[in-house]
């Protein structure tokens, strides 16, 4: 598929869920440019801020014919969620997603289900947490003490150094044995084999996004 928006630096995506305004203009301030994913655009609005684009199915932009100036793209397919359709249309080294945490429990589990399923360097970002795939030879350089979470979205076998209680021998699994509220002990490294979520404070977005970047 040829991409709508392609970017050669971070690039922030707004979903249609609750927005923190300062945690929004943060991450407005660190990222090359704004993508909307269908309402999304609407609470960028009352921030005062206007996206390079808005990509989705548009079955819950206000009034798309308000946005003169601004690329809308509509994509009908009802098969894939509009947070699928904004990543499969653009192109950048990382994305930073807020708006999609906070309100339906259907809508973020989709999202998790597509932070596992794709190849994009992806970090949701909400006011507390931060969440992305742990991609083979990640190593997180937190202090020691901080939170570590590991979710598995299927199952997952492995091995870690730098966590209290190591995953090594374990099986985890989302209706099993699962890894939240780990702790640090220093860097932070996980060999793993099947689809597994990081989930660590937002604290820690720039030492994620930094190793996310420096990972193939």
Request: proline residues 6%.
């Amino acid at each position: 598929m040829t991409p709508l928006l392609e970017y050669d630096a971070p690039v922030l995506l707004v979903g249609g869920g609750p927005l923190d305004a300062e945690l929004v203009h943060g991450l407005a301030a660190r990222t090359s440019g704004m993508v909307a994913a269908d309402g999304g655009a609407d609470g960028l609005a009352e921030l005062g801020l206007r996206p390079d684009a808005v990509i989705g199915d548009l079955d819950s932009l206000k009034d798309p014919a308000a946005w003169s100036g601004v690329p809308v793209h509509r994509i009908d397919d009802q098969d894939s969620t509009d947070f699928e359709k904004c990543l499969e249309r653009m192109v950048a080294p990382l994305v930073l997603a807020t708006g999609f945490t906070g309100a339906r429990i259907d809508h973020q589990l989709a999202v998790m289900s597509t932070l596992v399923a794709r190849d994009e360097r992806v970090i949701v970002v909400d006011p507390v947490d931060i969440c992305f795939r742990w991609r083979a030879g990640l190593r997180l350089d937190v202090v020691e003490g901080t939170r570590v979470s590991l979710f598995p979205m299927g199952r997952v076998t492995g091995r870690s150094t730098g966590l209290r209680w190591p995953i090594d021998g374990l099986e985890l699994t989302p209706a099993g044995r699962v890894g939240t509220s780990n702790i640090a002990t220093g860097p932070v490294e996980v060999d793993a084999t099947g689809p597994l979520l990081g989930i660590l404070p937002r604290a820690c977005l720039d030492v994620v996004a930094d190793a996310l970047c420096a990972v193939e």
